[in-house]
Every structure is written in C-alpha cells, then in structure tokens.
C-alpha cells in the first residue's frame, strides 16, 4: 500500500503534498509515462519495461543524488503526477535539475507550480548546491508558466539530448538556492 502521510504540505486548495513512491504506483508511472499526450514533450512514451525500470529505480534511490516523489493533491491525497530533483552537471557545476508531470485531470489548477515551489525548498535544505533549473521543451507553454509562477528565472534555451538519440530544445529556467554553498565538482 502507498505510503498516506505527506511528508510536505503546501496550503491552498487544492492541498498539495509529495510522498516517496511506492510499489502500487505503477499504474501513476504507466499513465505518466505510457500515454503519448503525457510525454509529447520527453520523446515519447516509454515502453513497459523501460516503464518499470523507471519505478524500480525510484524505489530503491537512497537519496544521495536526489529524490522522486509522488505529487498527491485535494483532501484525499490522490495521486496527481510526479516531481523531484536530482544532481546535474550544468556549465561546469553540478546544479539540481527537477522536472515533473502532472496528470490531465489534475492540469490548470496550480499543482505543479505549488509542487516546483515545494521541491525548491526542499533542494535548497540539502545545501548541496547553489542552483535549482528547469528544462522544459520551448514548445511547453504549461511547463514554462509553472516555472514562471514557481519563480525561476528564465536564463536562456539550449539543446539537450533527452531521450538519448532525441534532440529537442529546452528553456533554461533557474533558481538560486543559496549561492554560498560550495558546490562540489564531478
């Protein structure tokens, strides 16, 4: 059974809170990941196997290079989508990436942008690096505004290869976390 406790709470309506994954999310995966509508920007749905994959690497993630979480939403907490951050080697430092995903029936009604503002407070009390970004394709409109409204900074767009072997254009949006903090190497 999924895990009930919110381990972060934003309060507006709908309540917003992440959790760790769990085992009996693979139908959330599948739908975040399986329908085309769902990953147009990302290349693609992925396969069944790479589905799965996906969900066993979240599970057994210690939190050394990041968290994924379970975006739940409303009074009972239903699985909405999916966030998280993860260490990033960007122009020569290693910066937290995040990225997330939202279910349709759950889109328009601020949870991304509630779940972004969440996850950069949690990055920024790992004080392991000075900067969160954003990449989301230059054809995201949604993805760009939720940047925007989470308040990050757009810095630019740049080419990146996600997945491997697609090519796409991405806005680069950041935040600073702490620029004191001493951002290890590779």
Known sequence: ????????HAPMTPEVGLRPWAEDDLSLMERLLGDPRMTEHLGGPGSAEQIRRRLDGYLAADGTDGRMFVIVAGEGREPAGSIG??????????VWETGWSVLPEFQGQG??????????RLAAAERRHRSLHAFP????????????NAGFTLLGSHSFEYPKGHV????DWAITLDPAVATPGP
């Open 1 to 8: 059974m999924a895990p009930s406790a919110l381990l972060v």
């Open 137 to 148: 394709s230059i054809d995201n409109g949604p993805s760009d505004a939720v940047c925007r």
């Open 111 to 120: 949870i991304a942008t509630r779940a972004a503002a969440l996850i950069g």
């Open 85 to 94: 951050y993860w260490g990033h080697e960007w122009q020569g430092e290693t």
């Open 168 to 171: 796409m254009q991405c806005n």
